[in-house]
């Protein structure tokens, strides 16, 4: 396929200047070229080039989009490529050609002040003003208080009407933001009629804190904590992103020429620390599929499976406590490497516990999705989305793979140790929350065998000296590289699969090495439009099952 | 009549106790060792030191729904022949009084919950006005027969003394096909799986559990204990047709110790049911109420032919 957007490998540093630079129309053309063959987007967003010489005409905000193919490039299966542009203060909509854009331009559009012209559905996302002091694209009034701080005088959504539906027998339901269950906040609006939902709203943005904005500001030391807190059931792949982010950023060649010493220090991770990276991504995997199995099952009110998965979850989770006293393995993964080996005794005790719980979970997962003829009935055939929605919107992870599509980071991308690993594809093909828990049990089964498998052999690793040091901490033993020593003009975009899908981080660093923009996105970014699919056309009392065989993150996607 | 009114009492004592055995049974299933026996007087006592909170939008009719509801059950209650010994009264026709005065109960219950002008409440008011409505079908069906059996038309009539073992004289094993049916009708009447969810926090699956939520304190006391009075009511029906009682030759206190035991036999069914089956789609919960229609109408069909 011919294109101007330039090749780039997942996870490795490139010089920002080798990113090619097109004009907008050139940038547009190709762009909605390559998704319509089949390109998915990994990453689109915005980001201020302050390098840029025109900067203080505030005119230098730049366009970036990371694709990936879905067939084979050049002999590979999966290639990405990244081109950048500069922004137009408005620009015809990339969604009007492609449906794939839609989040990504309102996000744009509600980031830096950018309109869309002609976007089918312009409406905000996390309901904050514009960091480049434009009037909002959404007509939303944010004024400052007396200290400077913007308050909101409206409550989310702001100056936007809520999708409705007229008639006989039409009502609406309004759910949320605070719900009955010690759960995150959304709003979810429903046009039904009788009992058939038509129309399911999502409404998200009480949960943004500022994540993307913090990073650039926030002291190099804190950064680790930071993204560990983007999702609190997600924090290893986040911190396993950021990790590999850092780590390219710093040992690459551009640090050949101010530290000619650089090869005395190994900043790509060793293999035993890859190793115990993949054993906390797939036990947080694990963990997490487990716990959700259980909540569908407590959903259609069948009560063993979900006590004995609720407490599964609990051992799965102990097993990553284990290895670093968090339950959640915060303080595990960091920049270099990782801050906990697994010594013999503990790779024994951890095989120990999971050839016990792996004959326990297999039989549960029986009793829940085969020999229960009711639970069946409830699964199947509920909140069906087809194949191809679920490609036009563009659906990632376990909710991709229910419905087709068999897209898998670990597969697609491998990092870490997932080279030497084969990933089986789990992918089903009728989309409904059946197939969403059969891929999760099946994932489990996989994770487990993977585990398995890691803690066979020995699991060498040097953890003292191999995670980068802190300024001003104490952490730092005298190791050379510091956390903020990035290299300049960089950027990098990784790609891993968190369990809910594919997690992408994303860096810009300027000519001193500062962090000009940290870009994330959360499955979840892609996913909630799947969950509102879902919907159309099911009964409203199954809302919560479908809401349940997505599990998606509410912080993960507000930031 | 003294003992009657000391039984009334006593099922209006025993009825939270009972329905802790149902949580009891699916904790065993569960492998957990679930609230303590005595958890639903707790929670009573709880509420009932508690204040109540009422919204600005609601009227009266909202304070009105929990106290005629809990009435309406203890009213019902004292027409029910409590382990087949004389009921407190009694009259040809009381079955169908009965039958609406729970009714009575369910409409002051909605019209409180559409007060309170929640969509919630409004959904689960609908559906809670939809299934019982099918029951009622069911409960017409089976006096049919019962009152084709023995010429009465009155609780009393059907479940009292020897009653219950006269009915399985006359109509065999058709009998079974009642047993059944009553229980089917327990199960929706008092919101049970696979009907509805009582332990779910999700509203939107909610039948009865979503119309009550606004209510709070003394209120929602009076909403339970009528819950448990009804659950009650219902499974001491079915619990004198599977073991009939009072057979001559079993006299007090054996009678009503049999009395308890098949009422727990009722009890723990209800628990092992919600424990083994999954929760109907709501659209196949209708389907679900009518099997008890239509075993109530084969019962009687078959029975009809055979004592002609």
Not at chain 1, 260 to 284: M, N, S, V
Not at chain 2, 1 to 19: K, Y
Not at chain 2, 115 to 140: H, L, V, Y
Request: glycine share 6%.
């Amino acid at each position: 396929m011919e294109t101007q957007f330039l090749e780039i490998s997942n996870g490795t540093a490139i010089s920002r200047k080798e990113i090619p630079n097109l004009t907008f129309d050139v940038f547009r053309e190709n762009a909605v070229k390559l998704v319509r063959n089949n390109a998915k987007i990994v990453q689109f967003f915005g980001y201020e080039d302050i390098d840029n010489d025109s900067y203080k005409n505030s005119n230098a905000i730049k366009l970036l989009a990371v694709l990936r193919t879905n067939r084979v490039h050049a002999g590979r299966h999966y290639t990405l490529f990244a081109a950048t542009c500069d922004a137009p203060s408005s620009y015809p909509s990339l969604t009007l050609e492609c449906e794939p854009f839609h989040l990504f331009e309102r996000e744009i559009a509600e980031q830096f002040g950018i309109v869309p012209e002609g976007h089918p559905w312009l409406k905000m996302v996390r309901y904050h003003p514009n960091s480049q002091g434009r009037p909002d694209v959404f007509g939303n009034d944010y004024a400052k208080d007396s200290q400077g701080n913007y308050y909101y005088k409206d409550d989310i959504p702001g100056n936007y009407p809520y999708y409705s539906v007229e008639g006989k027998e039409i009502h609406e339901v309004a759910v949320g933001p605070v719900h009955a269950g010690v759960i995150e906040p959304g709003h979810f609006r429903f046009n039904c009629i009788g009992e058939k939902v038509l129309h399911l709203e999502i409404q998200l943005g009480y949960q943004h804190r500022g994540v993307e904005e913090l990073i650039p500001k926030a002291e190099p030391k804190r950064l680790p904590i930071i993204i560990e807190s983007i999702a609190g059931d997600t924090s290893v792949a986040n911190a396993v992103s950021f990790a590999q982010v850092i780590e390219s950023l710093i040992h690459k060649e551009y640090k050949e020429q101010r530290h000619k010493d650089h090869k005395e220090h190994r900043f790509q991770p060793d293999t035993g620390a890859k190793k115990i990276r993949t054993i906390a991504l797939e036990l947080e995997r694990i963990a997490n599929h487990v716990g959700d199995l259980g909540a569908l099952s407590g959903d259609v009110a069948f009560l063993p499976p979900a006590n004995y998965f609720g407490r599964m979850r609990g051992d799965f989770l102990n097993m990553t406590l284990l290895i670093c006293g968090n339950r959640f393995g915060k303080g595990l993964v960091r920049p270099g490497g990782v801050r906990f080996s697994i010594e013999t005794s503990l790779r024994e005790e951890l095989m120990r516990r999971i050839n016990e719980l792996e004959i326990q979970v297999a039989n549960v997962i029986e009793l829940l999705l085969i020999t229960t003829p009711s639970v069946r009935d409830r699964f199947e055939d509920c909140g069906v989305v087809s194949r191809s929605d679920a490609h036009e919107l563009g659906l990632v992870g376990p909710a991709g793979r229910a419905c087709g599509l068999s897209y898998d980071a670990r597969r697609a991308f491998p990092t870490e140790y997932y080279p030497n690993i084969d990933i089986p594809e789990n992918a089903k093909s009728t989309g409904d929350v059946y197939a969403r828990a059969t891929v999760r049990a099946d994932e489990i089964m996989q994770s487990i065998a993977i585990i398995k498998n890691l803690l066979q052999e020995p699991i060498e690793t040097s953890i003292e000296n191999s995670c980068l040091g802190f300024k001003d901490n104490q952490i730092d033993k005298g190791n050379s590289k510091l956390l903020s020593d990035f290299a300049p003009d960089s950027f990098v975009v990784t790609i891993n699969e968190a369990w809910r899908g594919e997690l992408s981080h994303s860096i810009l660093t300027d000519k001193n090495g500062k962090i000009i923009r940290y870009k994330i996105k959360d499955p979840s970014f892609h996913n909630w439009s799947g969950l509102a699919m879902s919907l159309r056309n099911t009964e409203i009392s199954d809302f919560p099952l479908n809401n349940k065989s997505y599990n998606l993150s509410y912080c993960g996607f507000d930031l | 009549m003294i003992e009657s009114i000391l039984l009334w009492i006593f099922g209006i004592i025993i009825a939270p106790f009972l329905s802790a055995v149902i949580l009891k049974v699916k904790a065993f299933f569960g492998g957990k060792n679930g609230p303590p026996i005595f958890i639903n007087y707790y929670t009573l006592i709880k509420l009932f030191q508690k204040g109540s909170v009422y919204s600005k939008s609601t009227t009266f009719i909202f304070k009105m729904g929990p106290i005629i509801s809990l009435a309406s059950a203890l009213t019902a209650l004292m027409f029910l022949p409590i382990f087949g010994y004389r009921p407190i009264f009694s009259f040809e026709g009381d079955v169908i009084f009965v039958l609406y005065l729970f009714g009575l109960g369910r409409f002051f219950t909605i019209a409180a919950a559409m007060d309170t002008a929640s969509p919630f409440e409004g959904m689960g008011a609908a559906r809670e006005a939809f299934f019982p409505i099918i029951c009622e079908a069911t409960m017409f069906m089976i006096f049919i027969l019962f009152y084709k059996l023995n010429n009465h038309l009155s609780l009393a009539g059907y479940f009292s003394s020897s009653s219950p073992s006269h009915l399985w004289d006359m109509a065999g094993t058709s009998m079974v096909f009642i047993i059944i049916s009553l229980f089917i009708v327990l199960l929706t009447e008092n919101s049970r799986v696979p009907v509805d969810d009582p332990a779910t926090h999700l509203e939107l699956t909610m039948i009865h559990e979503v119309m009550v939520l606004d209510h709070s304190g003394p209120d929602f006391a009076f909403i339970e204990l009528g819950a448990f009075i009804k659950l009650f009511f219902y499974s001491n029906m079915v619990s004198s047709l599977i073991l009939p009682f009072q057979r001559d030759g079993i006299v007090f206190p054996h009678s009503l110790i049999l009395g308890i035991v098949s009422t727990l036999i009722v009890y723990t069914c209800v628990g092992v049911m919600e424990s083994v089956v999954a929760r109907y789609k709501m659209s196949k919960v209708p389907k679900f109420v009518l099997t008890s229609f239509a075993l109530a109408f084969f019962a009687t069909v078959i029975t009809m032919e055979f004592i002609k």
